[in-house]
């Protein structure tokens, strides 16, 4: 047992820790990102509210998102307690700035990642936490998220109407309406709350930031962390570097700040 | 050249230390950088004031003793090269040059620009080696060892300790250094029985040593004299977690 304390407390321990809990946010932003494109779809948020009520309640993704939510919690904590030891590590600095050549992202790691732990509070208590308050604090005053009701034609497969259902109790519901020929959905209307956010010029520009900021990130993160991991192959290496560049910090980053954007500028 | 200097100064590792401005003038551009603090401290010492202490020994570049922070830069502006191969033709006329001590809370000031760097005597003593006796000269070729992997280990073998690595980072890490004594033995056969020892032993004593951690910047990488990869570092990482996790070797007492 002792074996394993001394692995995880030593310097490269704690940096094995920032690395698997860096390439499963990573993995996370795959999920994320692909789920999210679902906001894109034109069918007044169906695939999408019926897609949050899924990532809300199977078991399952429940299970992996608190560990998710435990993931940044480590990720930020460690960052943290690393950087503590490194300015210890030198207490008096140079008078002169350092000019050594090393890339930007990778000296500003923690100044990103700040900016990103930053825009997750505030990203989780503006969709997760409004989404989740009706649940867990009925009786709260103040507006409740709103259910919509969407009538699927079952022949054509098509969306025949959606409506906002008026303020009181609702539950999920998927049901078929025999006579109508009808399937009936039941959702929680959180793309409104996309859509109510994404109206804000400021709040768009807060997530476009963020996703720089999540680029530069990923510039350096993604690479690093195989490189923590002792990953020293003369050919995959450089793969998992292009991969690093373009699908996590060019990619994934794009995906994300085109949803604000687009909804700034159609949905208002 | 007339150049003006400005210079850490610092009695001694209790005291507190400062920039001190000193002109160097009459310099040939020829002169190493060395040269230069030579003449500017027969100067001093004409003026009977205490001349700049900084470390030297070979200066030709293979010892690793010189260790000077020259313009924001360890060893100075130029790429793979010691402070005492660097030629004051790399400077122009007039130019303000800074020059600090190694900053790192394992390399203590010793006085004014020397640092005490028996932190990486240390790590070496913690596993660096292998401990049988070598014997006679063997034969040529009795160890067959693949050309690219003697040439690797040949590369890693080349780090002269100046801890330029440590200077660079600004994490004050040293972990290239400790990656090229790991690398360096751990990618021959004479380095295999105590491989997975030898490389838990020396990370525990770098940690215990107060270095920063590694954040992967490559700042160490283009500063080292002796262009020491960073791939030693990636090797390094790969022996500790693979002692740690997959082949439970006990730290030997």
Known sequence: MSGSTQTLSSSIGKKLIMSLTGLFLCLFLIVHLSGNFQLFKDDSGLAFNDYSHFMTHFPPIKVVSYLLYLTIIVHSIYALILTINNRRARPVNYVIQPKSPSIWSSRNMGILGSVLLLFIVIHMGNFWFSYHKDEWFKNHEGPKMPFKEYRTDLKTGKLVSAKQLPQGEYEYAKYVDVNAQQEITIAKDLQAQVIFSFSSPLYVFFYVIAMAALSFHMLHGFQSSWQTMGMNHRKYKPIVNQIGIWLFAVIIPIGFAVMPIVYYFTKR | ?253
């Not at chain 2, 027969?42 to 030297?56: T, V």
């Not at chain 2, 028996?118 to 693949?146: C, K, L, M």
């Not at chain 2, 890490?173 to 690398?183: C, G, P, T, Y």
């Open chain 2, 1 to 253: 050249m007339n150049l003006t200097l400005k210079v850490w100064r610092q009695k001694n590792a209790k005291t507190a230390g400062k920039m001190v401005t000193y002109p160097a003038n009459d310099i040939s551009p020829d002169m190493s950088f060395l040269e230069m603090l030579d003449v500017v401290n027969e100067g001093l010492i004409l003026k009977g004031e205490d001349p700049i202490y900084f470390d030297h020994d070979c200066r030709e570049g293979i010892c690793g003793t010189c260790s000077l922070y020259i313009n924001g830069r360890p060893h100075g502006p130029k790429q793979a090269i010691t402070s005492c191969q660097l030629h004051m033709r790399s400077f122009y006329d007039g130019q303000t040059i800074t020059i600090e001590p190694w900053r790192a809370a394992a390399f203590p000031v010793v006085k004014d620009l020397a640092t005490d760097r028996s932190a990486f005597d240390r790590i070496q003593h913690a596993g660096g080696y292998v401990s049988v006796n070598t014997g006679g000269v063997p034969d040529a070729n009795e160890i067959p060892i693949p050309k690219p992997i003697a040439d690797e280990a040949f590369n890693s073998a080349t780090c002269i300790q100046c801890g330029a690595c440590v200077a660079a980072c600004k994490n004050a890490s040293a972990m290239l250094f400790v990656s090229a004594k790991i690398s360096q033995l751990a990618l021959l056969p004479q380095g295999q029985p105590e491989r997975y020892q030898r490389v838990q032993n020396m990370v525990a004593q770098m940690d215990e040593e107060g270095f920063g951690n590694c954040t992967n910047t490559g700042a160490c990488e283009a500063e080292c004299p002796k262009s020491i990869k960073l791939t030693n570092i990636a090797r390094l990482n790969g022996d500790f977690l693979t002692a740690k996790i997959f082949k439970s070797e006990e730290i030997h007492a």
